[in-house]
């Protein structure tokens, strides 16, 4: 697809899906990845992890985020030859490592060492730059053929959309994934001033979340139903955001009315400890309201009610006393859509408990066990066996990572006054169809699906 004249994009993948995101742009034969993501849920199909095109042109890789869906195919990358560098934000670089080594050892069974070979290869070709700071890229005679800026995207910590700057001073925009306003966590992302082309993601292009308070209240609602009458909370959510998210509110709530610390706030997942160890690190990117909560004394993060799972047999111990005992806990623990980790134990041994409740607060992809189970399924296969779900599911879109359709509207209309063209990935044909229907009210600017 050409932008203008010389300049090429090609999408290998996440244009049409809400994983897998990897997109090349050509300038006068010198090309930029932005993204190389991993495909799940019904996106997954057969050698989806194979790196099928040509890197004769590319020069370097930009990432805007440390989401497995937007890194996950880095090992494949550099399995067929890649050695350019990779940019991105400090606290990306910072994720990137634990995240990849995370998914080596769940999607291919790798060794520690054989892991640790993989990813430190990956991270000595990590360039960090900061927000804001205008970035030169190199073609293979050296010679600069454009430059990259980061813009904070409010979505996980260190995300990024990302600014590229063309030969005529032309700006082209990609998003990446970007965060909802008036979260309490991290702050809202603020649009470019200028983008003469923005591809921009529509995950939720059809939806509006529910309010932050509304989100509290309802989780409020179901913790004081568990105290009351027993049963296991159980959230399954993403190690990079969704975690840290829950637990800044449930920190909120445990103090404003005084939740019985009998109720234990477990984080059964070694990843995401390690994240929420590097949101605190990078504590200077959170909002002001949480860095206020900080000052007051508060400790949002690592509160005392907060436990830690750290090793298989204190898991083991736990899932199998929440399901002898019925007693009140909540549960985060990965993965988010349920695909593997530590949250299909307690799936299996605590959905067909009515006492139970199922939390999801974030994007459920087809074909996964979270889809089916956020469907209303009677029952789901776990392990090859048939689980009655008698346990309450609930969703809250409210505690999603990503905008919602009034986000995505605002974003693209306050950089409307040099755009020429608006283009919609990141989405499935539902949610892109209707905010391209929206998007029609930016004048003069051509809206591509």
């Known amino acids: 697809m050409e932008l203008t004249r010389g300049v090429f994009v090609h999408h290998h993948g ?6 897998g995101s990897c997109h090349e742009l050509n300038i006068e034969g010198n090309s930029i990845l932005i993204d190389c993501g991993l495909f799940q849920g019904g996106d997954a199909k057969p050698k989806s992890l194979d790196i099928d095109f040509s890197l004769a042109a590319v020069r370097a890789l930009v990432l805007t985020h440390a989401h497995i869906d937007h890194i996950g195919r880095l090992p494949w990358l550099f399995a067929v030859g890649f050695r350019e560098p990779i940019y991105c934000t400090h606290a990306t670089a910072h994720l990137v490592p634990l995240m990849l080594e995370d998914g080596l050892a769940l999607q291919l069974g790798l060794t520690k060492s054989q892991r640790a070979h993989i990813v430190q290869l990956i991270s000595r070709k990590l360039k960090p730059v900061g927000y804001n700071e205008w970035v030169p890229v190199k073609n293979a005679k050296q010679h600069y053929f454009t430059h990259i800026r980061f813009q904070p995207a409010g979505h996980i910590l260190g995300s990024a959309y990302v600014e590229v700057k063309l030969p005529n001073k032309e700006i ?13 966590l991290l702050p809202d992302p603020k649009p470019p001033k200028r983008a003469d082309y923005l591809f921009l993601e529509s995950t939720y292009g059809d939806k509006r979340h529910e309010s932050v308070e509304s989100r509290s209240k309802r989780l409020l609602e179901i913790i004081q139903r568990s105290l009351s009458d027993g049963g296991a909370i159980i959230i399954p959510a993403f190690s990079v955001g969704r975690t840290q998210e829950l637990l800044f509110d449930i920190e909120t709530l445990l103090s404003q009315h005084q939740l019985s610390e009998r109720l234990p706030i477990v984080v059964d997942s070694p990843l995401a400890a390690k994240v929420t160890n590097a949101y605190r690190r990078y504590r200077k990117l959170w909002s002001r309201e949480a860095k206020a909560k900080v000052l007051d004394g508060q400790r949002p993060l690592s509160f005392d009610q907060c436990i830690v799972v750290k090793s298989h047999r204190e898991h083991a111990r736990l899932v199998n ?11 985060i623990a990965a993965s988010g859509m349920c695909q593997g980790g530590r949250i299909v134990d307690y799936l299996k041994v605590l959905l067909p408990d009515e006492r139970t409740d199922v939390v999801f ?34 969703s809250m879109s409210g505690y999603s990572a990503h ?7 605002a974003f693209a209309l306050r950089c409307s006054a040099h755009l020429k063209q608006v283009h919609l990935m990141h989405g499935e044909s539902k949610s892109k169809q209707h905010l391209a229907y929206d998007l029609y009210q930016i004048k003069g600017a051509k809206i591509e699906l």
Do not use: M
């Not at 996440?14 to 994983?19: C, F, L, M, S």
């Open 14 to 19: 996440g244009k049409n899906t809400v994983t």
């Open 172 to 184: 082209v925009v990609f998003s990446g994934d970007l965060g909802p306003s008036n979260t309490p």
């Open 321 to 331: 006393r929440l399901a002898a005992t019925g007693e009140p806990a909540i549960v």
């Open 361 to 394: 607060c974030g994007y459920q992809a087809g074909g996964t066990l979270g889809w089916d189970i956020q469907a209303g399924r009677s029952s789901v296969v776990i392990d090859g066996d048939s689980v009655d779900v008698k346990a309450s599911v609930h």
């Open 403 to 409: 905008a919602d359709k009034n986000d995505l509207l």
